[in-house]
């Protein structure tokens, strides 16, 4: 077992469901254990955060699938992207800083929810659309933790 972070976080706004019953735009949270995959940040409000982890510069040309046809659901796309998709440059604080986990995407099944991130937290910890949710200096300080085989368990 590795090491682990006691810090509060928001979920969905529609609570927690298992993972096999998860459904786009259900706004609920995917319970499961899932790996760390890659880290995106804006590099304009921030340094690259301290992490073992892929870590990529925010731009405004990225975006992530949530288009359950499309053959890139749930997957990171260049913009312009005519299929639905989350604009990852916002311009809010809550994507400054994004952790991607592997919540549907080994494979990606159409429907099983997409952009399920670890991400900044709202003022007042408000619910997210189906994400976790930590403060910044949380998310930084899990990131810094993260080793190799690391996992996310969402319970």
């Keep these: 077992m590795g090491p682990s972070l006691d810090a509060p976080c928001a979920l969905g706004r529609a609570g927690m469901i298992d993972a096999a019953s998860k459904r786009e735009g259900d706004g609920k949270t995917p319970v499961g254990t899932y790996s760390f995959r890659q880290v995106f940040y804006r590099a304009d409000k921030m340094a690259e955060p301290r992490t073992i982890l892929t870590s990529t510069p925010l731009s405004k040309a990225l975006g992530w699938c949530d288009d359950p046809v499309h053959k890139q659901y749930n997957q990171l796309v260049q913009l312009p ?55 910044r200096p949380a998310l930084l300080a899990l990131l810094s933790l993260i080793r190799p085989g690391d996992q996310l368990m969402i319970a």
Excluded: M, Q
Aim: proline share 5%; net charge negative.
């Design 81 to 135: 992207f005519a299929s639905s998709h989350e604009k990852l440059w916002r311009d809010d604080t809550l994507y400054d800083l994004v952790l991607v986990i592997g919540h549907n995407d080994a494979p990606v099944v159409p429907e099983l929810g997409s952009a399920i991130f670890v991400h900044v937290a709202k003022g007042g910890f408000l619910p997210t659309e189906g994400c976790v949710a930590l403060e």
